[in-house]
Structures are given as C-alpha cells and as structure tokens.
C-alpha cells in the first residue's frame, strides 16, 4: 500500500496548458515535499511546504499543502517544454525521523 | 562542488554475483539514504544511516546490506544478486536537522543495474 498517492502517473499536454498534479494521503506529515526529475539524473528538491493551508510560488508553479497536512497540489500555469520530467511528492511523519516517503510519480509531457 | 556522486553508473550482473555500490558526498552530511527506483512505484528506501558507523533498515532491506566506515562515505552491498534487483539505485545525503527543520534530501544521479 502506497502512503502517498500521486495522480495522475502520467500527464501529456500542449505547451501553454495549464495542470495540476495531486498527492494524497491519509497520514498527517509534518512536511512535504516536491522534488523534479530528469532522464538519468537524480531528484531535485523544488520546495518544502511545512504548515497546513501553506502556498509556495516558484515562477509559474504553484505548491499548496492542505489545511490538515494530508495531501497537496502542484499546479503549473502555461507550461513549456522546459516542464517536461517526472515530478514526485515526499512526505516527512512525524514518527519517521529523517525519512522520506515517496509517491509514485507524475511523469510530466510539455510538447511543443 | 561535485554534491552526491555514485559509483559505478552502469553495470550488468549474472544472477548470483556480487557487487558493491558506492556513494560519497562532499557535504559533510550527516545522514545518508540508499533508495531504488522501478517504474511506478517513486522510490523505495533501502537503509539510511544517521551517522559514521551507525546504519538502518528501510523500507526493502531484504538482499541488502550496507557500511558507513566513513562519514562522507554509505556503500551498498548486494551479496548473491537477484533478477528482482534490476533496477536503478540513488544514493542521497542531508544535513542534521533540529527536529521538523525539513532539510532537503541531495541525490546522486544514479546507478543503473542489471541482473541477468
């Protein structure tokens, strides 16, 4: 049983699209986090949201964290290319020290 | 700043061989995670460590094992490797963290393994 469940697994769209990736959960997390991935390289973190309710910007993405810490969103305004990858959730329990849990990814397709 | 880097990036194995993966960082960090990644399924963590000398199972830990000899250093051991192994591997570090300081997981670019 996943943890954290990320919707949809796959996503392609046309360059200017705006979309939302969703990661849900039924455990409380003291954090989440949104990491990018490209082909053959490792993830990268994009943000951190740790207090229910919380909104990031960064440029056209848009992270939200739910009001009881459960499940976020990611939403990208007007995509481009330059979007494309696989993008996974992280969430940190309280319980779980330094560990991570991760959904199982949106793999991201911005095509031109 | 060369962060996370994995050795090897590529190796194919015959089933039953052994092999060891090493992952060194650069950050003084104290914790350190060994993860796979197969399609579907995000990644899975396979033991961490807190510290030099100190390791943990995770989440898959079965026909794994590791070491932490040196603080900059987490190698991970296959010792009779398995087809159900084929998959790619990632090695991250963090800093210590104050409790709930959410300090970001730093990952190398993997290594991708085949069993055959």
């Known amino acids: 049983t996943q943890l954290l469940e990320q919707s949809p697994q796959f996503l392609s769209i046309q360059e200017g699209e705006n979309l939302t990736v969703y990661c849900n959960s039924s455990?409380?997390?003291?954090?989440l986090q949104w990491y990018r991935q490209e082909p053959g390289e490792g993830p990268v973190l994009l943000v951190t949201v740790v207090t229910g309710g919380e909104v990031k910007k960064l440029k056209r993405l848009t992270f939200q964290f739910g009001d009881a810490r459960k499940d976020s969103s990611l939403h990208i305004t007007a995509a481009q290319p330059g979007d494309t990858g696989l993008y996974l959730c992280a969430g940190e329990r309280e319980t779980s020290g330094s560990r991570l849990t991760f959904g199982e990814g949106t793999q991201l397709t911005v095509n031109p | 700043n060369a962060g996370v880097t994995q050795t090897p990036k590529f190796r194919v194995l015959k089933t039953g061989q052994s092999m060891t993966l090493l992952c060194a960082q650069d950050?003084?960090?104290?914790?350190m995670y060994w993860y796979r990644q197969d399609p579907g399924m995000g990644l899975r963590l396979i033991h961490y460590s807190v510290g030099e000398g100190t390791t943990a199972k995770g989440e898959v830990p079965d026909g794994y094992n590791v070491s932490r000899l040196k603080k900059q250093n987490f190698l991970l051991g296959l010792e009779s490797a398995a087809p159900s192994q084929t998959s790619v591997y990632f090695c991250a570090s963090s800093s210590y963290k104050a409790r709930y300081s959410n300090q970001p997981q730093h990952f190398g670019d993997g290594t991708r393994l085949s069993i055959l």
């Open positions: 950050m003084n960090h104290e914790y």
């Open positions: 455990s409380v997390f003291s954090s």
